[in-house]
T-cell receptor
Framework: SQQGEEDPQALSIQEGENATMNCSYK?????LQWYRQNSGRGLVHLIL?????REKHSGRLRVTLDTSKKSSSLLITASRAADTASYFC????????????FGTGTRLKVLA | DGGITQSPKYLFRKEGQNVTLSCEQN?????MYWYRQDPGQGLRLIYY???????QKGDIAEGYSVSREKKESFPLTVTSAQKNPTAFYLC??????????????FGPGTRLTVL
């Protein structure tokens, strides 16, 4: 079963605006990752945050992690039309398994 | 799409046929994964392998089979027992983590359609 649930399911914004996506999960995790998927393509890794980290930045991306609430957020600042894609969170549990659990994704559309 | 290739890009299957999807990686990764993605949905894990000659069922393994005879290759067979196989199939690989977290590298995917 899917552990991660992203919200919103879909988001439409104007170019230059910020986009925020949220991910909730159910069990203790080792780390949480965000991926991007362009339509009909494979996923591309964006950023990873470990369970002992609270915030991480990479270029225009900012990720936060709140393990007490079992949630994470991905912020894309100054969005561009090229950011249009689906964004997924993925978690790996602490139990030693190498399984990754993916959420259902947020479809972001950035209007030029 | 990194160092992972999947073939074919599009595959059409008649009902009752088995088909095999190819996945090859040159990243020297020990772990490999197969996911299924349905329209507007997230990824569901079919099978994964942490090492050669070993693999584990994921959440939706019924109707699928895999082999891991070589480190570089992890083919997926969709059997006739899979009742609704039309989907987008993604292969991924990663290093086997010790204490370090790691990312997954994905192939470009194979779109399977049952005629």
């Amino acid at each position: 079963s899917q552990q991660g649930e992203e919200d919103p399911q879909a988001l439409s914004i104007q170019e230059g605006e910020n986009a925020t996506m949220n991910c909730s999960y159910k069990t203790s995790i080792n780390n949480l990752q965000w991926y991007r998927q362009n339509s009909g393509r494979g996923l591309v890794h964006l950023i990873l945050i470990r369970s002992n980290e609270r915030e991480k930045h990479s270029g225009r991306l900012r990720v936060t992690l709140d393990t007490s609430k079992k949630s994470s957020s991905l912020l894309i600042t100054a969005s561009r039309a090229a950011d249009t894609a689906s964004y997924f969170c993925a978690t790996r549990r602490t139990s030693g398994t190498y399984k990754y659990i993916f959420g259902t994704g947020t479809r972001l559309k950035v209007l030029a | 799409d990194g160092g992972i290739t999947q073939s074919p890009k599009y595959l059409f299957r008649k009902e009752g046929q088995n088909v095999t999807l190819s996945c090859e990686q040159n990243l020297n990764h020990d772990a490999m994964y197969w996911y299924r993605q349905d329209p507007g949905q997230g990824l569901r894990l079919i099978y994964y392998s942490q090492i050669v000659n070993d693999f584990q069922k994921g959440d939706i393994a019924e109707g699928y089979s895999v082999s891991r005879e070589k480190k570089e290759s992890f083919p997926l067979t969709v059997t006739s027992a899979q009742k609704n196989p039309t989907a987008f199939y993604l292969c991924a690989s990663s290093i086997v983590p010790s204490t370090l977290a790691n990312e997954q590298f994905f192939g470009p995917g194979t779109r399977l359609t049952v005629l």
